[in-house]
């Protein structure tokens, strides 16, 4: 079972991306009303004024062949995404940088996302890929195709691999109403119920703006946000007991 996640909206502001005060930040990452794309060095600059901390954050992105991790990895990023599937060899990384707003202060956090991608038949023949990919990880993303109903069932294999790490989230990819669906909703809400993840559904047509991404991101920016609200939390608590216990 995963920790209880936080409810959405209660950490970031869920629409920021929409108001007036975010365009000086939003506007680092976009060029031409376009996603810009960051090498592993490179970072959004901002004007000496302006002071943003920038919190980073390694995300591995797991699921079977074919349910469309390097397309969700290209769609968060603002890349084109591939029209033809190919199996992804060895581990491909991308950066994506995505601005927050803190609810409780106001404050206003770059979050430096590498998101990590290793083709599931790779993993499975290099026994040295899946510790490089688990070391010092901080979240995971499950993937699933609302169109291949083995994937669904394979999520408690998926997540058996990753026991240790505290924030999972599960995404559906291929969501679309007026597709053919091999995963009902019953189902669906079963999951979430059973293993206490919420499941987040991504499909349709890819957008110029930052719509189709902004609730993913910003969702997964809240679960890190507050995992290490609680780890810093438990981090003094421990460090009061020692000083008692001193005393």
Request: net charge neutral; with cysteine.
């Amino acid at each position: 079972m995963a920790q209880d996640a936080p409810s959405s909206g209660s950490i970031v502001v869920a629409d920021w991306h929409q108001c007036k005060d975010s365009k000086e930040y939003f506007s680092k990452i976009l060029h031409k009303k376009r996603r810009k794309n960051f090498g592993l060095l490179e970072s959004p600059v901002m004007p000496p004024h302006v002071a943003v901390d920038t919190v980073h954050y390694k995300i591995f992105i797991s699921g079977k062949s074919g349910v469309g991790k390097t397309a969700l990895t290209a769609r968060l990023a603002g890349l084109n995404i591939p029209n033809l599937h190919y199996e992804t060899t060895g581990i491909e990384t991308t950066v994506v940088y995505w601005p927050v707003k803190l609810r409780e202060n106001g404050r206003v956090l770059f979050f430096r996302l590498q998101l990590w991608d290793c083709g599931e038949n790779t993993l499975r023949r290099f026994d040295h890929l899946l510790p490089a990919c688990k070391e010092q990880v901080d979240a995971v993303l499950f993937l699933f195709s609302f169109t291949d109903r083995t994937s669904f069932d394979d999520l408690s294999n998926q997540i058996a691999k990753w026991t240790g790490t505290s924030v999972k989230l599960v995404v559906g990819t291929k969501f679309d109403l007026f597709m053919h669906c091999d995963v009902p909703e019953r189902d669906v809400r079963d999951f979430q119920e059973t293993w206490n993840l919420r499941v987040l559904r991504v499909g349709g047509e890819v957008s110029d703006g930052l719509g189709d991404v902004a609730p993913l991101l910003n969702c997964l920016a809240e679960n890190l946000w507050h995992q290490d609200c609680v780890t810093a939390g438990s981090a003094n608590r421990r460090s009061q007991q020692d000083t008692g216990t001193l005393l």
